[in-house]
């Protein structure tokens, strides 16, 4: 049984496809999560919807498709779409909490912990939080820049045991639906391969930013940390009610083995890799097989400028991303140190920090 998941709806969900919000659905998807939240879970919902509403509000002005507009418009949006949240809850007694992040909140491991403490907070005291990327400010290169993504890196902070991804969409499909009448319905997602991709294709909803192709993204991620990630239509019957009771509906990707501590479940959710190394076929193995610390001895190249304590992706020897960690030492000093025994590094630095490059505390194998 779920106890604390997380609901991601998507702006064509909460419009229905039409310019303004449809309320009379909004008002089932609030009795769902109420039942469920007076059943004992806890309820988190990442809202998309503020740049629609925003543009409905102003009476669809005629705006230039600038980043400044948008960031009107949501700024606009953003507050009557949490009027909405909150008139509706109230309906049941129940009280939202407005959470706008931004990437920056989940990089830094400090804002990380800060915005992990006000969400579990709000849960504490019976709270739904309500939360959607800061539009208004969030320029591109601070921004998770989807929902989907975004309700994954909430997912990690919030240690969810699901995340339901509601959209136009039944699902994930084997082809595309409204070309090809033979596509079928992917219940269960194994494995997010290279064919799953291409599958998931590009965006396929009007108003909204995401689309198939940054859902399995975000499942992606979300799974890897621990939580299982339903994908399913957000006008589907009692939708919420009966995956939160583990119905079949949608498509599911089952979580990978056991939760991630919080350490690594910020290295996953936080900072994008700043820098690569790559790794001989024995570090790979000391790695993947025997759970070991990556050493200097076993790097063969480092890409990018990173310093000590930023995270680095791991390339195998075929240039494959096997793993993300936070280095000891920078790109300057590891490009000197490659290939070195570890007894070598003081030798060459004149300092060392430690026998290893990327200690198996701080690293997690993708
Ligand atoms: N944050 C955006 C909004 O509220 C939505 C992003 C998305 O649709 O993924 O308008």
Redesign the pocket.
Known sequence: MYQRIVIKL??SVLTGGTPYLDRPHLVELVRQCAALHQAGRDIIICT?????VGRARLGFPDLAPTVTNKQML?AVGQSRLMQTWEQLFEIYGLDVGQVLLTRADVEDRGRFLNARDTLQALLNYRIIPVI??N?AVATSEIKVG???NLSALVAVLVEADLLMLLTDQPGLFTADPRTNPDAELIREVVAIDETLRQLAGGSISGL???GMATKLQAADIARRAGVDVVIAAGRAHNVIGRIAQGESVGTRFKALAHPLENRKRWILAGPKAAGQVVVDGGAMQALVANGRSLLPAGITAVHGTFQRGDTISILSPAQEEIARGISRYSSHDLAQIQGCQSDEISERLGYAYGPVAVHRNDLILL
């Open positions: 998507g702006t998309s919807g503020a740049i629609a949501a959607n990327e539009d989807d929902n989907d909204g930013v995401g």
